[in-house]
């Protein structure tokens, strides 16, 4: 087992900062300004690369083009839902080969395009076309009226969005074998490597390291009753990518009769043979400095 030197432990433990800057340059690359149409919110979409349109956005509509800004496609009847309710109207599918918003590109959409004339009329401005329901949900969209824009969601935060929902679900499981001490589960829940960033931090094989978590938490003697029965309760929050592997917080509360104790830290874990691992376990506090009541 070879002792992490020191520069390293520091490295594991400050991985959240530079997660938290590269996660507020990503949203201000796809933040877009809102506008107004009287009192409609609106935004600014390059259409085929020509001159910003003008679309409302509105999360109770349907995506619809103005008929007047798009006049090629095949007509047809269709049914135009928004939050008036839904009507039968003439209109024309439409493709446009290319939608940009801010840096977000939609190719091959295909569009209802109807008369906005009396829209555009009613907030004094033309209207070229309502980014709807539909579009703002497949965008990842988030529309913040306080600060006045649009946040569409990154690739990397899709990823980042997928890798977190995938690891929460396995750590999820994990502290529920902690809580009900299942160690055959529990097991499973560790790398076959496990590094502990304790007093002396160590890189532990699976079985010695599943020891260091029943001495510690599943089978540690209680001050005031050394052979009494123990409660615990473990749960996982903030969880952040780093790389391709995912950081989070854990809070374990461990009772019996006489005594509470209560622990805090972070964990990493990575996927290997699909499933996510924990890699690493780092006490906020060691077991000398841990609260004690009677």
Not at 36 to 64: H, Q, Y
Not at 98 to 103: A, D, L, N, T, V
Request: charged share 25%.
């Amino acid at each position: 087992m070879q002792p992490m030197k020191p520069s390293a432990q520091r490295l594991c433990l400050g991985l959240l900062s530079p997660v938290l800057l590269l996660g507020r340059n990503s949203l201000a690359a796809q933040e877009v300004p809102l506008e107004r149409c009287d009192r409609l919110p609106a935004i600014r979409v390059e259409v085929a690369g020509n001159k910003p349109m003008l679309f409302l956005v509105d999360t109770a509509a349907t995506s619809l083009l103005n008929l007047k800004s798009f006049v090629l496609g095949d007509a047809r009847e269709v049914e135009i839902s928004s939050y008036r309710g839904t009507a039968n109207t003439r209109a024309r599918e439409v493709s446009p080969p290319e939608m940009k918003i801010g840096s977000y590109h939609l190719v091959g959409v295909k569009m209802m395009a109807i008369d906005l004339s009396a829209l555009g009329a009613s907030c004094g401005r033309r209207i070229d076309g309502i980014l709807g329901a539909d579009l703002l949900e497949k965008m990842g969209a988030t529309i913040d009226f306080k600060r006045q824009i649009v946040h569409f969601m990154t690739s990397d935060e899709r990823r980042e969005e997928k890798l977190i929902g995938e690891a929460r679900s396995d750590v999820e499981h994990c502290m529920a074998a902690l809580s009900a001490q299942d160690e055959q589960q529990l097991a499973e829940c560790l790398a076959p490597e496990l590094t502990l960033l304790t007093e002396g931090t160590v890189a532990y094989p699976r079985n010695q390291a599943l020891t260091w978590l029943r001495e510690r938490y599943l089978h540690a003697q209680s001050r005031s009753h050394a052979e009494a029965e123990a409660h615990i309760e473990a749960h996982a929050a903030n969880f952040h990518v780093v790389g391709e592997a995912v950081l989070f917080a854990y809070d374990l509360n461990r009772t019996t009769p006489g005594d509470s104790q209560n622990e805090n830290g972070m964990a990493m874990c990575r996927k290997s043979n699909g499933r996510w691992r924990i890699t690493s376990i780092s006490p906020a506090s060691s077991r000398a400095e841990m609260t004690t009541k009677r």
